[in-house]
């Protein structure tokens, strides 16, 4: 696995995108804790926080990045100007814009920055986007540009609607919903919550026709809202936690795919030099 890991480590970044159908379920805090645990393997990460909503990752990290999204648009920055280096050795680009104004910026600024973002993402191995909540015309590129989606969901019935009509609505729009990895988070009663997860799986699979192949339980715990007032993340003191467990074994499951990925991509080359197609 580690020479798989370090061949991995030479190839393209990969996207990883957290969504989730409303606010308020986890989602800012699956990703800071997420972007940690490939830290802790020494993968090189980018956290894009493109949800300025509250709860931000900034707040999470207990740091504040001192340039935004918005002040390469408006100052006319480099995208390295506004990368931020945290003290975790995550690197963070804030976007200090609700990301659907980007939009409202000229379609020159916004080549420049979508042109000088595919330079920078080079130098990282994995890429964490923090999006709004819901699904977004305008963000459709990002989406299906992703390796992988993490949706967050607790098992409150108007948040399992409202993640439903998300994978529902991705799937219309093309997105693989194969490469789902669905989170119920904030779980009480591990029974009741596996019942929901399986009950979620199942409304997919007959209505939208696609199968959920990765989900997780969090529970809801204590560690959780202490690394929001300590703005230090769980994963940094409480490594033992089920929450933690979880934010580990989640890296592992998606490095395990993009290793398989990897693979798939080298045996597809070979099939195409001894012309076998496939
Ligand atoms: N597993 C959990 N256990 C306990 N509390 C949680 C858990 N996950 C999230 N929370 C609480 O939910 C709040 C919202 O989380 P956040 O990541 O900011 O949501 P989102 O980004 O989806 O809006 C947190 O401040 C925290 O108090
Ligand atoms: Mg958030």
């Known amino acids: 696995m580690q020479d798989q890991v370090e061949s991995l480590r ?97 379609l020159g600024d916004r080549k420049k920055f979508f042109d000088s973002f595919s330079r920078i993402l080079r130098s990282y191995d994995y890429v964490i986007v923090d999006f709004p909540p819901g699904y977004n015309e305008n963000l459709d590129k990002f989406y299906l540009n992703s390796d992988y989606l993490i949706i967050v969901t607790t098992d409150e019935p108007t948040s399992i609607i409202n993640t439903y009509t998300l994978i529902k609505v991705l799937s219309v729009k093309g997105v693989n919903p194969e490469e789902i990895f669905l989170v119920l988070n904030m779980v009480r009663n591990m029974k009741e919550g596996r019942k929901v997860v399986e009950r979620l799986k199942n409304v997919v699979e007959r209505f939208v026709g696609v199968p959920i192949r990765h989900f997780f339980i969090v529970r809801e715990d204590p560690v959780v809202q202490k690394s929001v007032e300590r703005q230090k993340p769980f994963l940094l003191w409480a490594e033992k936690s089920q929450p933690s467990l979880v934010m580990l074994g989640l890296r592992e499951k998606i490095l395990k795919e993009s290793v398989e990925r990897e693979k798939e991509g080298f045996l597809d080359k070979i099939r195409h030099l001894l012309g076998i197609g496939g």
């Open 10 to 106: 030479k190839s393209e970044p990969k996207v990883i995108s957290v969504l989730s159908g409303k606010g308020g379920v986890g989602k800012s805090i699956l990703a800071v804790n997420l972007a940690l645990a490939f830290q802790k393997r020494n993968f090189k990460i980018l956290l894009f926080d493109a949800d300025v909503g509250f709860g931000s990752v900034e707040i999470l990290l207990g740091t504040v990045a001192p340039r935004t999204l918005k002040d390469f648009f408006k100052s006319g920055l480099k995208i390295e100007d506004i990368v931020y280096k945290s003290p975790y050795d995550v690197d963070v680009i804030s976007s200090g814009i609700d990301i659907e104004d980007l939009l409202l910026f000229n």
